[in-house]
């Protein structure tokens, strides 16, 4: 959270007020390029929103959480204690209800009650035009869009287009840079397939939802699954709380050795059968009428779950005929063309910087549980097409990089990845243990060296940033060949876990 607000702080720092460097064209010569940034998932949402009575809908106020607990322990109790099935279904949709269900929108999915956003127009106070480009970053002039993450990117995108014409009269700039993380990626992608890439300098896109994640894909198309898990699921605790994190690393290694002998698979499928017994209806009750309703969270779906999400979630219904044409105009011209897009917008001037998170189990609930991720999304659809190793392994000595036609070697030091095979092998970065919304210092150097970067940097560009880079305590080293020395045994990491634990212990 720290990390994802002190790249926020940097983005919205508010520069001082300067003039504008007007040369006679009229047009700014500052040569600092406005970088218009639309930011991922997650924007407060309100009830009443730029009113006196504004409420908070999503995230929902304390109150709604509060109200929700009562639910959460009946369900956990009569689902996992007591084994009633039915009543683990009625107590976990009623506490989703009260959690979320404020924030779902009509059948058509449109906003109910007004509810929405506080849309804020760009302000001269965060562009400061100097001629000189500054080392102090604070000299950068960045505009940050605000959106309803839960509308239709393609209506978003028509949002942004009128932000963007703001950006450019406030700064007498022609051009901008677009810079997107998450969620953002879906809504500019939708804003290049509207208006095409005319004025975009260049799109630097990090960690991007333009394919979706197989999370979202895996619970709309319910095949939801937790059987045989028990390691995966070790690994995911262990790289959520941190490989650093004793506690983490203690409770990761007693669940891979408890697993051993069965214990955790036997919670799994017990999990599984209650899941099995009351995922449809609480899907049907929940899913359909409150994330079901959400536009912008249908282009979260990967085009490998999408039609049959669709038929899972609607079941055929013409109540929401609506919706299903709008998700299915961003899923078919969008999602399944990202692409073609971005290679047209690079054909026609417009560079491309992509950059993904690797070596983070997925959340261990989807047929993709084996794929690295950045916690949230998934390395191979951020970066269009990576090949990495199944999570915990490497791609193996005899592994040979799948293209070699530009003479680069595109395999990662570590083994884990081929870049090769990614849509821009050249532009696509990769950030070993980066967490979804990390934003360290070393990683927005980086951002910021490849917005200011003057024309397309290459992962050849700058020794600093090679291809694939590691996160050491906020800074970016290369991703280097892993050490020799065998890997700990759980037995050994229990141990010296509790060892650590308690010598923190005793010096407190
Ligand atoms: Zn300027
Ligand atoms: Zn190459």
């Known amino acids: 959270m720290k990390k994802t607000l002190s790249f926020l702080l940097v983005l919205a720092t508010v520069f001082s007020l300067g003039t504008t460097a007007l040369a006679d064209s009229g047009k700014c010569s500052c040569n600092m390029t406005p970088v218009v940034y639309v930011p991922g998932f997650g924007e407060p949402i309100y009830k ?13 106020e304390e109150d709604a959480i509060t109200a929700a607990v009562p639910d959460i322990v009946k369900a956990v109790l009569f689902g996992l204690a007591i084994g009633n099935f039915d009543a683990f279904g009625t107590y976990a949709m009623k506490a989703a209800d009260t959690i979320l269900g404020a924030a779902a929108c009509d059948n058509e999915g449109n906003p109910v009650e007004n509810t929405g956003v506080e849309y804020e127009d760009p302000t001269v106070d965060t562009h400061k035009n100097t001629a000189f480009v500054s080392d102090d970053r604070d000299d950068n002039g960045y505009f940050m869009f605000i959106y309803d993450w839960r509308l239709d990117p393609i ?52 960690s991007p939802a333009y394919q979706g994640l197989s999370l979202i894909g895996s619970l709309f198309a319910q095949e939801v699954s937790v059987i045989g898990k028990g390691d995966a699921l070790a690994e995911y605790l262990n790289g959520v709380m941190g490989y650093e994190n004793p506690t983490s690393r203690l409770i990761a290694a007693a669940i891979k050795e408890i697993n051993k002998i069965g214990t955790v698979d036997g919670i799994l499928h017990y999990l599984q059968r209650l899941l099995d017994d009351q995922l449809d209806r609480v899907f049907a009750e929940c899913l359909t009428d409150i ?46 063309e990202t692409a073609s897009i971005l290679v047209n917008a690079k054909k026609s001037g417009t560079d491309i910087v992509i950059c993904a998170g690797y070596n983070i189990s997925s959340i261990p609930v989807t047929k993709a549980e084996t794929a690295h991720s950045d916690f949230l999304i998934d390395t191979g ?127 407190k």
């Open 48 to 60: 009443n929103p730029g009113t006196e009575e504004k409420v908070s809908v999503f995230p929902p």
């Open 155 to 206: 209506e978003n995108a028509r949002l942004l287009r009128e932000y963007i014409s703001k950006v450019k009269a406030l700064t007498s700039h022609d051009e901008i840079v677009l810079s997107a993380h998450s969620q953002g990626n879906t809504v500019v992608m939708s804003y290049l397939y509207l208006y095409g890439n005319s004025g975009i300098e260049k799109l630097v896109l990090l």
């Open 291 to 336: 994330m079901g309703t959400l536009p912008g969270v249908w282009a979260f779906v990967p085009d490998e779950y999408y039609e049959a999400a669709k038929a899972k979630v609607f079941k055929g219904s013409d109540e929401y005929s609506v919706l299903i044409e709008k998700a299915d105009y961003y899923h078919y011209n969008v999602q399944t």
């Open 381 to 507: 659809y951020m970066s269009l097409g990576a090949v990495c190793a199944p999570f915990g392994k490497t791609l193996g000595e005899k592994y040979a990089q799948q293209k070699t036609a530009c003479g680069h070697n595109h395999v990662s030091a570590d083994g884990i990845a081929d870049a090769s095979t990614c849509l821009f092998p050249e532009y696509t970065w990769f950030f070993k243990n980066n967490g979804h919304a990390s934003f360290g210092s070393g990683y927005c150097e980086f951002i910021e060296w490849a917005i200011r970067h003057k024309g397309q940097p290459t992962v050849h560009t700058n020794k600093k940033y090679p291809q694939f880079m590691e996160v050491s305590a906020e800074e970016l080293v290369p991703v280097r060949e892993p050490s020799a020395e065998k890997p700990e045994s759980n037995c050994e990491i229990i141990i010296s876990s509790l060892i650590t634990l308690i010598k923190e212990s005793v010096d």
